[in-house]
T-cell receptor
Framework: AQSVTQLGSHVSVSEGALVLLRCNYS??????LFWYVQYPNQGLQLLLK??????LVKGINGFEAEFKKSETSFHLTKPSAHMSDAAEYFC????????????FGPGTRLSVLP | DGGITQSPKYLFRKEGQNVTLSCEQN?????MYWYRQDPGQGLRLIYY???????QKGDIAEGYSVSREKKESFPLTVTSAQKNPTAFYLC?????????????FGNGTRLTVT
């Protein structure tokens, strides 16, 4: 069975600083990995997805993530934080095309300080 | 624009009453899902449906019921048997026949039971 851990339930960065949100997974077969963002009282929006085509994945809003098989990691980064990036971020893993097999991490709340 | 519509956004009910949450999608997706979100716990799968007139229990189905009479619609009923129904409920869909299809989410319904 797959699982996802996100280190740090709350991360604070200053505006303009690097954003690094950590995601580690476990899976018995090659996984598909996703990052979603959730703004207050809204649904989840897909940021990016890893589908084995390339280990460095670029997403929306300047975010990117790198798949590292040796470290079983899929950390999310952004070079320069903006106030609008304040939200909750969820990492998710699945081993197939079926949505019911998505496993979500507990989420990391990102605060951006002026 | 295609998307998923959940209604209402906020719902208040007295304990002991059943309540139905609406979810409609115009993405022509085959699969639909209901998740429950509680602070710090990520998303937990309640029910899912891969095709019209068929649905399966997820991880936390007790106290909930669903129907899938139309491809576009997947309503969730929170029954009086659900011990702790106050939560944020998210509906999602995916094109299950699409390779690595991500989940698309609605904007959620916040249910408060007193």
């Amino acid at each position: 069975a797959q699982s996802v851990t996100q280190l740090g339930s709350h991360v604070s960065v200053s505006e303009g600083a690097l954003v690094l949100l950590r995601c580690n997974y476990s899976s018995s077969v090659p996984p598909y990995l996703f990052w979603y963002v959730q703004y207050p009282n809204q649904g989840l929006q897909l940021l990016l997805k890893y589908t084995s085509a390339a280990t460095l994945v670029k997403g929306i809003n300047g975010f990117e993530a790198e798949f590292k098989k040796s470290e079983t990691s899929f950390h999310l980064t952004k070079p320069s934080a903006h106030m609008s990036d304040a939200a909750e971020y969820f990492c998710a893993v699945t081993i197939d095309n079926y949505g019911q097999n998505f496993v979500f991490g507990p989420g990391t709340r990102l605060s951006v300080l002026p | 624009d295609g998307g998923i519509t959940q209604s209402p956004k906020y719902l208040f009910r007295k304990e002991g009453q059943n309540v139905t949450l609406s979810c409609e999608q115009n993405l022509n997706h085959d699969a639909m899902y209901w998740y429950r979100q509680d602070p710090g716990q990520g998303l937990r799968l309640i029910y899912y449906s891969q095709i019209v007139n068929d649905f399966q229990k997820g991880d936390i189905a007790e106290g909930y019921s669903v129907s899938r009479e139309k491809k576009e619609s997947f309503p969730l009923t929170v029954t009086s048997a659900q011990k702790n129904p106050t939560a944020f409920y998210l509906c999602a869909s995916s094109g299950s026949a699409t390779y690595n299809s991500p989940l698309h989410f609605g904007n959620g319904t916040r249910l408060t039971v007193t």
